[in-house]
């Protein structure tokens, strides 16, 4: 059975820093694209940052660049999202996601077939 289990959420003050964590069990996704989405209350859930498989192609949604920074360990099978700076706007459920059927990033949140069950991010201002 394939998991994806994040961790790393919280509450904090805009300004502040998480990083959230993603262990994928079940399945090596060595050569998979992994990333991060987000959904905030009455919205669409977005793309928030991807990297491949190899690591040499990192992407991220413009409102967060600069900012946040993607990572992965893959003898861990574990993604990294480390989020400095984070704003108010930064208020969202977080998931992990993996497409085992492309090994470069994919923007488009129908080419993820595996994701975690989120964990919850509050930026107080």
């Known amino acids: 059975q394939v998991q994806l289990v994040e961790s790393g959420g919280g509450l904090v003050q805009a300004g502040g820093s998480l990083r959230l964590s993603c262990a994928a069990s079940?399945?090596?996704?060595?050569?998979?694209?992994m990333a991060w989405f987000r959904q905030a209350p009455g919205k669409e859930r977005e793309f928030v940052a991807g990297?491949?498989?190899?690591?040499?192609?990192?992407e991220y949604v413009a409102s967060v660049k600069g900012r946040f920074t993607i990572s992965k360990d893959s003898a861990k099978n574990t993604v990294y999202l480390r989020m400095n700076s984070l704003k108010p706007e930064d208020t969202a459920v977080y998931y992990c996601?993996?497409?085992?059927?492309?090994?470069?990033?994919?923007?488009?949140?129908?080419?993820?077939?595996?994701w975690g069950q989120g964990t919850q991010v509050t930026v107080s201002s």
């Open positions: 996601a993996a497409d085992p059927w492309s090994s470069q990033v994919r923007l488009g949140r129908g080419a993820y077939v595996y």
């Open positions: 079940g399945r090596t996704f060595s050569s998979a694209a």
């Open positions: 990297i491949s498989w190899s690591g040499g192609n990192i």
